[in-house]
DNA sequence: AGCAATAATTGGAATTATTCTAATTCGAAG
DNA sequence: CTTCGAATTAGAATAATTCCAATTATTGCT
């Protein structure tokens, strides 16, 4: 039995014909598997060419719809940086986005333990939060 | 004499000829002038139009160029949400954006009293962050 | 199974924010 | 006043994304 969990990496035929209620059609197994096979935030566009090695005939209009119904469908995540072409990640636990100016890397970044908003934004009272997005930018001590 | 600070709204000839080390042209003065009057986080479009009020000869190429200047001497902050169209903001001060969902209107969010990232996030060792933004979007409850 | 209704896919055109380009104008410094 | 680099300009170009209309696939009925 396979799971869709931080680690597995199934194959399109690995994948159900539905999950949580999103209808899983041949190409949007292809995209979603595209998603999870490599974790390195790639664009719409880099899954496009990533599918068309299984998926020869899978236009780039098809990747942006399943994107985007893995993303409304809270499968995906999509992370902007700035005015750079949105990209996707399978990562769903709760976290945000570093990306290393030196190589435009992206690397996940998690909260710590039970923290959560209102601890550290003034956030105006009755405010209810349905999204949110942290992007950072630096370089590693390293590099 | 006129401040910068978090109310004051000169007029384009109330601004000096010079901002920490940016020449400030007419065009310059005129942008600026727009972004510290109506802080509603115009997008580049809003700001060509006002500006095109006093000054009908301006080009957007030039606003475009004027507010890549004051941005990247750090006298507005780009505000990105998702793939909207970049706003800009004057307010220097450490803070964060709220996007209500039903109008579409940004407000600003403060940190809370002596918060710091590393509070919050588990960032790898080493980490520099040069830029930080963070995005909220949601509701208001009187809404 | 056969068929209607609905949903997804496709290629290509359209859109839109932004950047680029090359020519002109401006303004500070000598 | 002239020079020279920087800024401005109009318009073309770019690039990510969305739209559109036609085709294809899938589901739910009977």
């Known amino acids: 039995m396979i799971s869709l969990d931080a680690n597995s ?21 292809e995209v979603f598997s595209v998603v999870l096979a490599e974790r390195d935030h790639p664009t719409a566009n880099d899954v496009f060419s990533r599918s068309q090695k299984r998926m020869p005939t899978i236009s780039l209009a098809t990747v942006y719809n399943c994107l985007e ?15 750079e072409p949105s990209r996707y990640c399978p ?6 986005h570093f990306q290393d100016e030196k190589t435009g890397t992206i690397h996940d970044v998690v909260f710590k333990e039970g923290v959560n908003l209102a601890d550290f934004l003034e956030l105006p009272q ?6 949110l997005e942290i992007s950072l930018k630096g370089q590693i001590g390293s590099n």
Chains 1, 2 share one sequence.
């Open 9 to 29: 990496s199934p194959t399109p035929e690995e994948l159900p014909p539905e999950i949580d209620g999103l209808r899983m059609t041949k190409q949007r197994r």
């Open 126 to 131: 009755g405010t209810e939060v349905s999204h």
């Open 91 to 96: 990562n769903l636990s709760d976290h945000c």
């Open 69 to 83: 119904a893995l993303v409304s469908h809270g499968l995906v995540r999509q992370v902007n940086f700035e005015r």
